[in-house]
């Protein structure tokens, strides 16, 4: 049968892949019995019921006639054989529980909640059944500081309106470390930068997502009477009025920029 495993991963592991070593408790062959369920691997005998044959056929009269149907037996489970004398280690099921160190290699790309699938590594099937799949589900680690949005990468940065009015060299955090952008004079609170090819590959597809920098300008919410006094001195200049663009006053087009 099938095993379903969950697996954390951060954003950097999401970004160029990673090898994880998965500990699982699963059902593996019985070496005793070599997966029989018999002891010494060969206490059989042919079952009676089935005559080996692993079915049973039953007919039936209908108006039409009879019909035969056949159906797995009930005695031998399909098997055509019954175990005289069970394995004492695996109690005749022919698998036993043990623990696994599963190597595990992830693409870069993927996504929380996606599943992958790691054919044969499953618990191993019954008297010597088909062994199933390892089912492995992303379960993503959120960051201190950037949100993901599909392959593109989102960060709110709070900056003073002074700054804002004069300009200022910073650093914004990536997944591969932190890098120096330019907030020019003037930039508004809203306004977008994208930082092409600083956000995250996808798993079926070529190239990279954006890192978004969203601004924010933080506004004191307390002031001390000087300072009050040269604002309010500094209000009074044209340059202090609101003097919106057109692309500025139109909303719809900085939503527009910011998930285009």
Request: net charge positive.
């Amino acid at each position: 049968s099938n095993l379903r495993v969950k697996v954390k991963l951060n954003l950097q592991d999401i970004a160029h892949g990673v090898e994880k070593k998965i500990k699982v408790n699963k059902y593996v062959s019985c070496s005793y019995c070599n997966g029989s369920g018999a002891e010494n691997g060969g206490s059989y005998t042919t079952c009676s019921t089935c005559r080996g044959a692993g079915q049973v056929s039953r007919v039936t009269n209908t108006f039409l006639g009879q019909m035969q149907t056949s159906s797995t037996c009930p005695t031998c489970g399909g098997d055509g054989k019954i175990i005289t004398k069970k394995c004492t280690h695996c109690q005749g099921n022919g698998v036993v529980q043990e623990e696994e160190i599963i190597p595990l290699n992830i693409p870069a790309g993927v996504a929380d909640g996606m599943q992958l699938s790691v054919s044969g590594k499953g618990n191993a099937g019954a008297r010597g059944g088909i062994a199933g799949d390892m089912i492995v589900l992303i379960e993503e680690e959120q960051h201190p500081d950037l949100v993901r949005d599909g392959n593109n990468l989102i960060y709110n940065l709070f900056i003073s309106f002074t700054d804002a009015a004069l300009g200022v060299k910073l650093e914004v955090p990536t997944v591969d470390g932190k890098v120096r952008i330019t907030i020019d004079p003037g930039t508004q609170a809203g306004k977008v930068l994208r930082l092409k090819g600083k956000g995250l590959p996808s798993v079926n597809a070529y190239g990279l997502g954006d890192l978004l920098v969203n601004i924010n300008v933080w506004v004191p919410k307390k002031l001390s009477n000087e300072e009050k006094t040269i604002l309010e001195r500094l209000s009074a200049s044209p340059n202090f009025k609101p003097n919106p663009t057109s692309s500025e006053r139109n909303f719809s087009e900085r939503l527009r920029d910011l998930f285009n």
